[in-house]
C-alpha cells in the first residue's frame, strides 16, 4: 500500500466516480482502476462495486475508508508539524496551565525570539486537575500547577501519574487579597482562621472546591461564611473592591492584583504555630516525549523570571 493510493480512494469516493476522480486527478482512468484493483488484493477485500452512475463502496470498503482517513489525516498532521519556511523548523508550544501572571509575558519573549519562524502556540488556562488530564490526554504537551504541602495527603488525580514527570520549579507563599472595605486592609498578615468567617472568592478552582470538599480538608473551615466561584480575573476584583470578601492566591498569581486598590498580604497557617502557607510551581509532562527546543526556551525564560522575582525580594 502506498499513500497515493490512499488519497486515490479518498478521491473516488469525494466524486463517486472512477471517471471523475482521474479527471480530477489528472491520471487516466485505467491506471486508477488498476491501482484500485491492487489495493483490493493487497487486504483481500472488495471496496467498490460498480454501478450504473459510478461505483458504491461495499461494507467492508467503507470500513477500509475509515482508517484510511485516519491514516491521511495523521499524515497530513506529520506534515504540517515538520514542515519548514525557508529552511527554518516549524516549532510549537502546547501549554496547559492555572491562570499565573508571567505566562504571557514568556509567550511574547517566545514569539520575539523566534523572528520569522513559524511557531504555533496552544494555551489552555483552567483548573490544576484539569492541567494534569490535559497533558495526559496529550491536548497540551506540558503543564504547569500550583501545589502545597497538604495535596500531598489529600489531593488525588483521577489519572495515571506514573505516565508524567513531575518538577519543583520554584516554592513560594500563599497570600490573601483584599479590598478597602476589608477590615484587614491594613493588616500585615492574616491567618486562615480570621478569614474563614467572610466571603471567599476563588478564582479557577477543580470540581472538589465547588463541593466545599476542599477547604474541609485543607482549610479546616467549617463555619465559612460563603464561597462564589469566578473563572475571570476581572470578575474577582470587581467583587472584592466592593465587598469585604477575600482571595487566596498563590506567589505566581498575586501579580494580577497589585494595584493600589487592593492590599495583598501574607497569609499565615494557624495550625503550623503561625508559619507562612507554603506552595510549589510543579512542572509536568508525559514521560514518553522529550522536551522540544521550544519548550527548552519556555523554561530557560521561566527560570529566569523566578530568579530575578527572588533576587528582587533580597
Known sequence: MRIKQLEYLLKIVECGSMTKAAKQLYISQPNLTKSMHQLEEEYNITIFVRKPRGVELTAEGK???YYAKSVITAIQALSDNCKTVENVPYSRLFLATQQLDFVYDIFLKIYLHAGNAPIHFNLIETNRN???????NENADCGLFVRNSSDAKMFHWNTDASRLSMEVLDTGGSYVCVGPKSPFYHSETVT?????????VMLDMENAARRDL???????????????FFNTIDACKQFILQTDAVLYLSEWSRGYFEYPSFHILPLLDFQQNGKPVVNELVWVRR???PLSPTEEVFLTYLKQYLEKSHLSLL
Do not use: P, R, S
Not at 484539569?130 to 495526559?136: E, R, S
Not at 486562615?192 to 471567599?200: A, N, S, V
Open 130 to 136: 484539569d492541567v494534569v488530564k490535559q497533558v495526559l
Open 214 to 228: 476542599y477547604f474541609d480538608n485543607h482549610f479546616a473551615m467549617h463555619q465559612q461564611k460563603q464561597i462564589i
Open 63 to 65: 470500513n477500509f475508508v
Open 287 to 289: 514521560l514518553d516525549m
Open 192 to 200: 486562615q482562621i480570621e478569614t474563614q468567617i467572610y466571603t471567599q
